[in-house]
RNA sequence: GGGCGCUUAGCUCAGCUGGUUAGAGCGCUUGUUUUACACACAAGAGGCCGGGGGUUCGACUCCCUCAGCGCCCACCA
């Protein structure tokens, strides 16, 4: 069969698409019922509705995509879910600046409901486009299962949950210090709070007769406590005492308290605390009962509590404040070097006030639920999931890092004063909010709901079941929901716990930390039994990529430029778990060409007629090469099947390029080419191939499966599978007589690793390498046929044997011969361990080898005595520097060892 | 302040529980229109595996220490 309608270079748009459609529409992403192996499921991290494309998501769904085709060729049913978040503030946020820009109007001048209806537009507008990036990307996730985190079903489970934590106390309502964010005015989790490193003024002040520090005075008008150290000598005689102290709106009355918070070593060792925007200050306000008054609104401006300076916002009150200071020679110093960490909100970089607030908080440890028989913490439960192995991190030494994080958590703040999102399912009665109802519907008329939502995170945190579970009914309470989902052949029985989570190591603590906590709550059992994590892409310099320095990859140009499947090589191979990856488009461009190696091989392979298809796998292998081309791939099957069990992907995607670059197209391919083997022989390549793309494709799904239907067209391989996605994996076997797996380093001999066939076959290689060297260095052309004898006793049988394969690959013809032949004239000769090249020459050619080799000689060894006449000067060695001496020492190395080696390769 | 990681060829990186001659891609040098591929082929150069010390028959690999780079967490009034 020849089919020469095959393109020389492989098109990766002009196929890719077509082949995801005929992938999809198959059914071939939902999980195969028929499959009886056990199940393997992974929930896609979901991107962001309103995003873009971008390589994180690239690297995730790369990852991702392999382990799901991995599991479905191993035959289990597999459920890859796929789904996109909300992402309350940053969505809301990306809108209401569309909406100022557009209309130039606020959310709050448009309404709660109109600001809603234009963002739900937003978001279904450009989910699609997520959605078809996702496809470009080749990810076989089941469609047919997509979920949104705020659709009907989750929702309804995110107020469930809160429903019942609420009812077992494990939701409170708080007046407490929490961070707000005076742009997107509401508040933030802790870890939505990043710092920034900057100058700032620090401020030396005298208050009465001590002197404290601050880097933030308009916070300072109240303060009335003096906090010092218990055992601070030069405080002593104040503890416990009050005295009134000249400060910025009057006199106060000030005392004095010692607690070991106070750090004798910094500043003057004694500070005065604001319980109301200090989470330090407010725990040891909370200590000692200090009254706890506000300074700054939520507005960011002060309040009336700031006397004269109410009403102005904290840079203005900053300004006014440090004036107001001076003129009562109250500044005893500024320090205008002094590093400080500014907070900001990780949305939008505006600074951060602590401030004290009303709000909803989770706690981690009150007692929650029976965990192990006992009742224990949500801290408790999360930390036991991964220190008892349940859950297993991947890499290892991130759990360290997750413990850490969980051993200092605090209770988790999840209301957002912020309109898109899961309003929180609580009711108050109208002028009472003291007086509420916690329930998805409203209690009644006189009944208003809380307008806050809820944290992002707290629906993402329920995303490896809330997914599974099936429609809710009307009257359904949570426990009755899931329990009905946990019958037999529901999705929650058949893929929960998840087999693996896949994510960036940035969101452990957002996301994976926080799933452990509420799934193992809410169900009693883990969400997942492996978290891989994967590291950041990088430039090339190392630099985050971010639009500012301009340094970007969009994955989607160098889809459409190199192809999906050398984009999702470039990001998987060369990287391991949990460290972050450079990508630049080089690297890219390298794969590329290695796909369309792949795609050549299969070119040579469809289009070459003289070769008889092997119709089923046969015992009757007796050519060294196709013995050895089996034993490689055995090996390879094995090798890379072990790296793939062990989430060792670029190893094992490593591993397959090898083998059908520099194995299958560089030596079996070369050898079938040129040998007039009898028919049947030397043409195991169709199936060789197939086992190899089968190996790959969980890499390059797009053109192993183009090659695969190509090969089955052509009748090359025999098969009933429709696709290559759902063919099985190959499995090690002996079959076209098959040498025995490598092992492991013998005991005896730890030199004889391989197979005889593969050893052999190596000293073959070295043989017509070492003749192709020749003919480089003495610059022999391939169109010249030269006669040669190998001197060998160890290979003679093999070297006779493979004599055709060295001629046609070196056109060279070999003679054999047990030892040196003994008229040396006119031979050039190479020296290897095991064996002796004498190449024939006319006496001309030689002749003008010879006279090559001495020029190169002679002028050699007249560098040589230069150098070292140089340097046995001895004016020269007392006056030069050291290092000239050392250059001038290596160059005489260097060109010594040069003479060396040319005298020994040219010996004849 | 606490924790973690990295340092291997010019560049970007592999190298699992210690064991052949330390590998790859790109780049470089030389040669080649050899009937799959120039997105190619062939050959080659290039490495005290960050420094020092230790354990061992044997260390890129394990331990200690120093140095440089990077990340995460905490946060100082």
């Known amino acids: 069969m020849t089919d020469k309608n095959i393109p020389k270079a492989y098109e990766p748009n002009k196929v890719e698409d077509s082949i995801y459609k005929k992938w999809e529409s198959s059914g071939l992403f939902e999980p195969n019922k028929k499959a009886d192996n056990k199940p393997f499921s992974i929930s896609m991290p979901p991107p ?9 998501h690239a690297v995730m769904l790369a990852i991702e995509d392999i382990m799901a085709r991995y599991a479905r060729m191993k035959g289990r049913p597999t459920l890859w879910l796929p789904g996109t978040d909300h992402a309350a503030i940053a969505t809301e946020n990306k809108v209401e600046k569309d909406l100022l820009k557009k209309s130039k109007k606020t959310k709050q001048e448009l309404g709660r409901e109109k600001f ?32 949104y985190t705020l659709d009907e079903g989750l929702s309804r489970c995110v ?10 106390g494990l939701i409170y309502r708080g007046h407490r210090i929490v961070n707000w964010c005076t742009r997107c005015q509401s508040t933030l989790a802790d870890d939505e709070v990043e ?23 308009e916070t300072k008008v109240l303060d009335k406590v003096i906090i010092v150290h218990p055992d601070d000598k030069r405080y002593k005689e104040y503890i416990g005492k009050s005295l009134n102290v000249p400060w910025i709106d009057g006199t106060v009355k000030a005392i004095f308290v010692a607690d070991k918070a106070a750090d004798m070593d910094f500043g003057s060792g004694a500070m005065t605390i604001t319980p109301a925007h200090s989470f330090l200050d407010f725990d040891l306000a909370k200590k ?12 960011g401006k002060l309040t009336e509590n700031g006397g004269k300076f109410a009403g102005m916002d904290v840079r203005e009150a900053r300004e006014a404040i440090v004036k107001e200071l001076d003129k009562k020679g109250l500044i005893e110093k500024i320090d205008e070097n002094y590093v400080h960490n500014l907070s900001v909100c990780y949305r939008c970089d ?31 439960i999360a930390l036991d999931a991964v220190k008892s192995g349940d859950i297993e991190i991947v890499p290892k030494r991130f759990n360290k890092t997750y413990f850490n994080w969980m051993d200092s958590l605090h209770d988790w703040c999840i209301s957002r004063q912020i309109w898109f999102g899961h309003r929180i399912p609580v009711w108050y009665r109208k002028n009472d909010k003291s007086d509420y109802v ?83 709550y809410v169900l009693g059992e883990i969400p997942f039994k492996t978290v891989y994590l994967h590291g950041l892409i990088r430039d090339k310099q190392g630099r985050k990529m971010s639009k500012s320095l301009g340094n970007g990859i969009d994955p989607l140009d160098m889809i459409e430029k190199y192809g999906a499947d050398a984009t999702r090589l470039s990001l998987v191979l060369g990287t391991t778990a949990g460290n972050d990856s450079r990508l630049y488009e080089e690297k890219i461009a390298g794969y590329r060409n290695f796909i369309n190696k792949i795609w050549n091989i299969a070119r040579f392979i469809l289009t070459s007629d003289a070769k008889t298809p092997v119709q089923t796998p046969h015992g009757d292998v007796s050519l060294l090469a196709d013995k050895w081309i089996e034993s490689r791939l055995q090996n390879l099957i094995s090798e890379t099947t072990e790296h793939y069990e062990k989430y060792e992907y670029s190893l094992a995607g490593e591993k397959i390029y090898d083998f059908l670059w520099h194995d299958l197209a560089d030596w079996y391919v070369e050898i079938s080419k040129c040998t007039d083997a009898p028919a049947g022989r030397l043409s195991l390549a169709p199936d ?28 090359l391989i025999k098969t009933d599978d429709k696709f290559l996605a759902s063919s099985e994996w190959p499995k090690v076997s002996t079959r076209h007589g098959a040498y025995p797996q490598k092992t492991k380093p013998c005991t005896e001999d730890r030199r004889s690793y391989g197979t005889r066939v593969e050893q052999d076959f190596k000293v073959l290689q070295d043989l017509i390498t070492a003749i192709r060297d020749m003919r480089a260095k003495y610059s022999l052309p391939y169109s010249e046929k030269l006669d040669a004898v190998i001197a060998t006793r160890k290979h003679k049988n093999l070297f006779q044997e493979q004599e055709l394969v060295v001629e046609a690959l070196t056109k060279v013809r070999i003679q054999v011969l047990p030892s040196k032949p003994v008229e040396k004239q006119n031979f050039i000769r190479s020296h290897a361990s095991e064996f002796d090249i004498f190449i024939k020459l006319s006496a001309n050619h030689f002749k003008k080898q010879k006279q090559n080799l001495s020029i190169e000689k002679e002028q050699l060894d007249q560098y040589i005595k230069i150098l070292e006449k140089k340097l046995s000067n001895k004016n020269f060695l007392q006056n030069a520097p050291e290092n000239v001496i050392k250059q001038e020492q290596e160059k005489l190395q260097d060109a010594e060892k040069k003479l060396k080696k040319l005298v020994h390769s040219h010996q004849t």
Request: proline share 5%; glycine share 4%.
């Open 159 to 168: 107020q469930e949950v809160f429903i019942k934590m609420y009812n077992d």
């Open 688 to 715: 060789i191939l197939l086992q190899a793309i089968k190996l790959l494709h969980p890499f390059t799904p797009f053109v192993t499966e183009e090659i695969f239907q190509r090969l089955k067209k052509g009748k």
């Open 195 to 217: 710092y920034k490193e900057q100058y700032a003024k620090f401020y030396y002040l005298k208050y009465g007769p001590v002197t404290i520090g601050t880097a933030r005075p």
């Open 288 to 299: 000692y009962g200090f009254e706890i008054k506000q300074i700054i609104g939520p507005d």
């Open 48 to 56: 962001n509705a309103t995003g873009t494309l971008h390589l994180g």
């Open 116 to 147: 809603l209806k234009e963002v739900n537009d937003f978001v279904a507008s450009s989910q699609n486009t997520i959605k078809k990036q996702m496809r470009k990307m080749g990810a076989s996730c089941d469609w047919s299962r997509e979920r």
């Open 350 to 380: 505006t600074p951060v006030e602590p401030l004290v607030s009303e709000q909803w908080f989770v706690s981690v440890d009150k007692p929650a639920r029976e965990w192990r028989n006992k009742k224990q913490s949500l801290k408790k």
């Open 438 to 520: 916690v329930s998805i519907k409203s209690p009644g008329k006189d009944y208003e709901q809380d307008p806050d939502t809820l944290d992002t995170w707290f629906s993402s945190a329920l995303w490896t079941f809330s997914t599974l579970l099936d429609k809710p009914k009307k009257d359904d309470t949570l426990d009755s929901w899931i329990e009905r989902n946990r019958k037999k052949g529901k999705d929650l029985a058949n893929f929960h716990p998840t087999t693996v989570m896949e994510t960036g190591y940035d969101i452990l603590f957002f996301w994976i930390a926080r799933m452990i906590l509420m799934t193992t």
